[in-house]
């Protein structure tokens, strides 16, 4: 097969990386004609574990050009996904398959309600990498990653033909919920790792802090109620503590972008969660009340 990758971030290059080993053709979009000359200039990116580290020479291109994309892989920030899409559309077929593997909810839906004749996936990973300089991508954790198909065309033939990709790759009948998961999760920790500008773990050292997270769990848990979705066989609080003191030293994604003053997910985690309640009728204060504030702190992507 051959994949195009929108989105050439830590999950984007690891991906690439995964699918070029498997023996599939990858291509990466890059956005912007100097990002694709400084991408030219090495041509290649690098990806290290503990023990190597291991070059891989991928293709590069600009979206707007008019061959066609037969398999497209979206992994950009979820702010971007929407805009992604668009840049590429005009080279997609009947045929063409989509994965979107990002943070938040709202862009997968979106995009498969827009788009009713193509095949969409979504998933989501608990893959771990970072940069430590460009296009040199430090493995920080091998998770696992769960995907399934969103529109109601197509098959689940992608998936097998996937295998042998990853290793930790799983085929989910039931995507949406593996999404809530996720997103519950992001909802507890990172809006208020960002607003109380600490790491994960720091969130369980302070009665405020924990009673805020607390009070968070339980409205996501009325929401995901109300619709029917189930999230975990134990309450979300004690999921989500598990995850933050898993996770104790990393700072949240959420919690990077603020303190790096870039644009945050606010509105696809906390953002999408309110929406969602405010249509089922499903009262989320304290959620409302963390929206604002990192809004307020947070370049805006309304
Ligand atoms: O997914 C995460 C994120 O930072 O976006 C968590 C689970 C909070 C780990 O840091």
Redesign the pocket.
């Known amino acids: 097969m051959h994949w195009h990758i929108l989105g050439a971030g830590a999950i984007g290059l690891l991906w690439a990386a995964k699918l070029q080993k498997a023996g599939h053709q990858v291509t990466l979009i890059l956005r912007t004609a100097e990002k694709l000359a400084q991408y030219n200039n090495t041509g290649c990116f690098q990806i290290l574990d503990d023990t190597r580290a291991e070059c891989f020479s991928t293709e590069a291109e600009l979206a707007d050009i008019d061959t066609p994309i037969n398999h497209l892989l979206i992994t950009t920030k979820s702010f971007a996904v929407t805009g992604a899409f668009a840049s590429v559309q005009h080279r997609l077929r009947k045929t063409t398959r989509v994965l979107l593997l990002h943070?938040g909810m709202g862009p997968q839906q979106q995009l498969t309600e827009e788009n009713p004749g193509l095949e969409i996936w979504a998933g989501s990973t608990t893959d771990g990498a970072y940069f430590d300089s460009p296009y040199r991508l430090v493995r920080a954790g091998i998770g696992e990653t769960h995907i399934g198909r969103l529109s109601s065309c197509g098959s689940d033939t992608l998936f097998k033909e996937l295998q042998g990709v990853d290793e930790q790759l799983h085929l989910s009948a039931d995507i949406q919920s593996v999404l809530w998961r996720?997103l519950a999760?992001?909802c507890a920790?990172?809006p208020l790792?960002a607003l109380f500008n600490c790491r994960?773990g720091e969130l369980l050292k302070y009665d405020d802090r924990r009673a805020a997270m607390a009070q968070i769990c339980k409205e996501v848990e009325e929401v995901a109620n109300a619709l029917g979705i189930i999230l975990f066989d134990r309450k979300l609080m004690e999921q989500a503590w598990d995850?933050a003191e898993l996770?104790g030293n990393?700072?949240?994604?959420?919690q990077q972008d603020v303190s790096h003053n870039r644009p945050t997910e606010i509105e696809t985690i906390t953002g999408y969660l309110c929406r969602i309640a405010d249509e089922a009728g499903v009262a989320t204060p304290a959620n409302h009340l963390l929206l604002d504030a990192v809004r307020e702190m947070s370049l805006s992507t309304r």
Do not use: A, W
């Open positions: 943070n996720k999760i992001n920790i990172n790792t994960n995850v996770t990393n700072h949240s994604s959420m």
